[in-house]
């Protein structure tokens, strides 16, 4: 059974929206680089970092250096997906590159 083939435009937006959640090598680099240590609690990685997204994927975020940072596995599960804190940046124009602090819930 063959389908038809989806419109252009809906192909195009599929193209872009998986564009944008894509990692890139320079986007991991530079997040490498930036933090070298958790953005939360200020430890050194342990083991590998976990990348998390201030705006969601799911909300339309994208995976770039702005919307991005590194976190150690206790924080970015125990404490961001636990619900305990949400993570804000000081200054939204500079997004993750600059500031961020954590909120309570």
Partial sequence: MRFPK???????????KRARSRLTSAVRATLARRDRRCRLCG????AAP???????????GETSTQNTLLLCHACHHQQVHGRLVDL???DPTLGADGAVEAQPR
Avoid: K
């Fill in 6 to 16: 989806p419109p252009p435009r809906a192909q195009e937006r599929r193209r872009e």
């Fill in 43 to 46: 430890e050194p990685f342990s």
């Fill in 50 to 60: 976990e990348m998390h997204h201030l705006v969601y994927r799911s909300q339309g």
């Fill in 88 to 90: 804000v940046p000081v």
